[in-house]
């Protein structure tokens, strides 16, 4: 899970701003996924991408949005429609070949609007 | 969608006592079920996974049962640790989906 990184650790945002997480990996994997994980929940799916160029929502994805331009990196943008964006993301990305991939979380990011 | 329940929401085990997690899932087609370690402010980490194809996995103080018929699987620590404390998340996928949907957590503390 080393290989696999999230910028900023701490972000803070304004209402009314859009705010872009960065997720990059070097492991070669060729799907990404976004979470969402609130304080005493679970982990839920916003995006996921299984291959470069393309890209499909998760349970959550009302108020986000992606890009997939590199197999490497899979940016998160948290758009002023989402209402309650104060979370910690997470980041992961598997080898695309099974259903029994192993999923590897980067080390997340915390967003607080202010 | 799948659907994961899992319980207890917190546990609390003297060192040295065993602690048990159970998870429910809803979709049969089910074929993937990992578990996950998040200790505070830090990733979720893969601690044992097991397929469809197997009731029984071990590592060292760690297993995970699984009974599709009944479409729920657990997760044993034995010979509890202090260090063992942390949020444990279940999950489960199939192959069509490719996707892992996570139970809410438990809250593992070990008593010294």
């Known amino acids: 899970d080393g290989g696999i990184t999230q910028s900023p650790k701490y972000l803070f945002r304004k209402e009314g701003q859009n705010v872009t997480l960065s997720c990059e990996q070097n492991l070669n994997h060729d799907a990404m996924y976004w979470y969402r994980q609130d304080p005493g929940q679970g982990l839920r799916l916003i995006y996921y991408?299984?291959?470069?160029?393309?890209?499909q929502k998760g349970d959550i994805a009302e108020g986000y949005s992606v890009s997939r331009e590199k197999k490497e990196s899979f940016p998160l943008t948290v758009t002023s429609a989402q209402k309650n964006p104060t979370a910690f993301y997470l980041c992961?990305?598997?080898?695309?070949?099974?259903?029994?991939?192993?999923?590897?979380f980067g080390p997340g990011t915390r967003l607080t609007v202010l | 969608g799948e659907n994961v329940e899992q319980h207890p929401s917190t546990l609390s085990v003297q060192e040295g006592d065993s602690a048990v997690i159970k998870c429910t899932y809803s979709d049969s087609a089910s074929n993937y079920f990992p578990w996950y370690k998040q200790e505070l402010g830090k990733r979720p980490q893969l601690i044992i996974d097991i397929r469809s194809n197997v009731g029984e996995k071990k590592d060292q103080r760690i297993a995970v049962t699984l009974n599709k018929t009944a479409k729920h699987f657990s997760l044993h620590i034995t010979e509890t640790q202090p260090e063992d404390s942390a949020v444990y998340f279940c999950?489960?996928?199939?192959?069509?989906?490719?996707?892992?949907?996570f139970g809410s957590g438990t809250q593992l503390t070990v008593l010294p």
């Open positions: 991408s299984q291959i470069v160029n393309d890209f």
């Open positions: 992961a990305s598997s080898i695309y070949r099974a259903s029994t991939d192993t999923q590897y």
């Open positions: 999950a489960a996928s199939f192959s069509s989906a490719r996707q892992l949907t």
